[in-house]
């Protein structure tokens, strides 16, 4: 049985591509078990590092920061965004997009990696049928809803990945996840940003969505934007610094443990197997707008997946200057 987490946000986390409609109830109950240690990823991709295998890595655009200092989290979000503290950032490359479903199938072709969902038989759907979270049997990258549900759509963001899923991916790729901190500086485009999202400070104006996020209620949703699920890569645009779904569409993982900021008020219990998740994604979340926000954060176990959650990568760069 998967290790199904459920933490601070317990609804935000829901995501999957496919048709505008509910999806089926699962026979299954929702159920939680003691997390094991981390495996070696490396372990897991034994031809990994094979010339055939290099060959076929996925190309995939970025976008490169010089680094510098910026200011950290907001006094206006949630009570883990605070304080504002500053960092300074040594320049790295983010992926522009989010990892497609299409670009995990050619991982997963060239390696024969098997994702946690898969090894586990199950991974977590919200069903808005049952208004509950469960462990669907079947759920998995390729079949987000299940062996009885649509097929994943190949330019929409990868989902039912595990941050160790994720992980296998990026180093295969020749890259790392981000950090939290360089999450947040590219979501602010590389400076001291004041606006609350990436891409300004309105989720919509004059109709126009500048994101997949949830609208209506759990039990009446509404797709103002276009999607009741995962949308397209980038269809909702780019922020200043070309960077798009930097808020909304799915949860990102970041290499980070969740912990509390220097200098917080709040205790947060440190744990290893716990991972820092940002960005928000399509689905409801009880902190509504305050989900994918550039300074909101969440977080869940490294071997949890879920429908609502993915990942970029990102590496390591030498100023151009």
Excluded at 11 to 34: D, I, M, Y
Excluded at 68 to 94: R, T, W, Y
Excluded at 150 to 168: L, M, R
Excluded at 235 to 264: H, K, R
Aim: charged share 25%; proline share 6%; with cysteine.
């Amino acid at each position: 049985m998967n290790k199904f987490l459920i933490l601070v946000f317990p609804l935000a986390f829901f995501s999957c591509s496919g048709p505008k409609e509910k999806n089926k109830p699962a026979t299954e109950k929702l159920k939680q078990e003691t997390l094991s240690p981390n495996q070696d990823i490396q372990a897991e991709l034994p031809s990994a590092n094979t010339e055939s295998n290099k060959k076929e890595r996925v190309e995939t655009d970025m976008i490169f920061f010089g680094g510098g200092a910026f200011l950290m989290g907001s006094e206006n979000g949630m009570p883990d965004e605070q304080p504002v503290h500053e960092v300074i950032m040594k320049p790295f490359s983010i992926d522009k997009n989010l990892v497609t479903v299409q670009q995990f199938r050619e991982f997963i072709e060239a390696t024969q990696y098997k994702t946690d969902a898969e090894k586990f038989g199950d991974s977590g759907v919200f069903n808005l049928d049952g208004q509950n979270w469960e462990l669907l049997p079947g759920a998995c990258w390729k079949k987000p809803f299940g062996p009885g549900g649509p097929d994943a759509e190949e330019d929409h963001p990868v989902t039912h990945v595990s941050w160790n899923d994720a992980v296998a991916f990026a180093v295969w790729a020749g890259k790392r996840l981000p950090t939290e901190a360089e999450w947040e500086y590219a979501a602010r485009s590389g400076k001291n940003s004041p606006n609350k999202f990436s891409w300004g400070n309105k989720v919509a104006v004059n109709g126009k969505y500048f994101a997949n996020t949830w609208q209506g209620t759990l039990q009446s949703p509404e797709t103002s934007d276009g999607f009741l699920f995962t949308s397209p890569v980038g269809i909702f645009g780019e922020n200043e610094a070309g960077l798009t779904d930097m808020g909304g569409n799915v949860w990102q993982w970041c290499s980070d443990v969740y912990q509390a900021y220097p200098g917080g008020k709040i205790a947060i219990p440190e744990d290893s197997n716990v991972k820092v998740i940002r960005g928000g994604s399509f689905f409801f979340d009880q902190y509504g707008e305050n989900s994918f926000t550039v300074s909101g954060r969440s977080m869940n176990s490294l071997e949890t997946s879920l429908f609502n959650t993915g990942f970029r990568c990102a590496k390591d760069e030498k100023d151009k200057d």
